[in-house]
């Protein structure tokens, strides 16, 4: 089945510079990953996703890549602000099919 | 568009009671629901996988007589936690898909179960 590693586990930033997050996957069938947000005691919200068929997405501040080749793909977050602060999962899945989360990233963003 | 709802938000209980956990789609039909549970500052881990009209197809290692899962209608899947220990305690969120061969999971706000 499919294996998601993420990192790093923890990561903290200065206002304002960038973040990276990266995540590779085992299942060469998977063909959609998509990013989820969850502050403390919430529920995950999708911030953005990516299917197989193309290699970056972007949507405002936030970006990511996908190497098929390698399984890698990536969560790129710019001028990063306080409220920007929260976990980050990514997942990796395929259509009509389940999807599996990576272990999570724990964003602090510094004043 | 596109919320799911959970409910209840918070349950305490015994243990050796049972606990049922609802989870809804409240303007669209979900022919897929997933049950996760996630422990602190972990992961969400898949529990298992409800189609409307079908039994559930349960993660390895998820106990299906413990966690029984009903998927009764394309907008209410309900979890049942039978016999609960202290070990079931647990954040437990649903997420439903809005059709088949959509990727898209919208997730439920959890139910936060602490068995006494």
């Known amino acids: 089945g499919e294996n998601v590693e993420q990192h790093p586990s923890t990561l903290s930033v200065q206002e304002g510079d960038s973040a990276v997050i990266k995540c590779t996957y085992s299942?060469?069938?998977?063909?959609?990953f998509p990013w989820y947000k969850q502050e403390l005691g919430k529920r995950p919200q999708l911030i953005i996703d990516i299917r197989s068929n193309v290699g970056e997405k972007k949507d405002q501040r936030i970006a990511v890549t996908l190497n098929k080749t390698a399984k890698h793909f990536s969560l790129h977050i710019t001028e990063t602000q306080p409220e920007d602060s929260a976990v980050y999962f990514c997942a990796a899945g395929s259509s009509a099919s389940k999807i599996i989360f990576g272990s999570g990233t724990r964003l602090s963003i510094r004043p | 568009g596109a919320v799911v709802s959970q409910h209840p938000s918070r349950v305490i209980c015994k243990s050796g009671t049972s606990v049922k956990i609802e989870c809804r789609s409240l303007?669209?039909?979900?022919?897929?629901m997933f049950w996760y549970r996630q422990f602190p500052k972990q992961s969400l881990m898949l529990m298992a996988t409800?189609?409307?009209?079908?039994?559930?197809?349960?993660e390895q290692g998820v106990e299906k007589d413990k966690f029984l899962i009903n998927h009764a209608s394309l907008t209410l899947s309900t979890l049942t936690v039978t016999s609960a220990h202290p070990e079931d305690s647990s954040f437990y969120i649903c997420?439903?898909?809005?059709?088949?061969?959509?990727?898209?999971?919208?997730f439920g706000p959890g139910t936060r179960l602490t068995v006494l």
């Open positions: 997420s439903a898909r809005v059709r088949t061969l959509s990727d898209t999971q919208y």
């Open positions: 303007d669209f039909q979900a022919t897929t």
């Open positions: 299942d060469s069938a998977s063909n959609y």
């Open positions: 409800s189609n409307e009209g079908s039994k559930a197809t349960y």
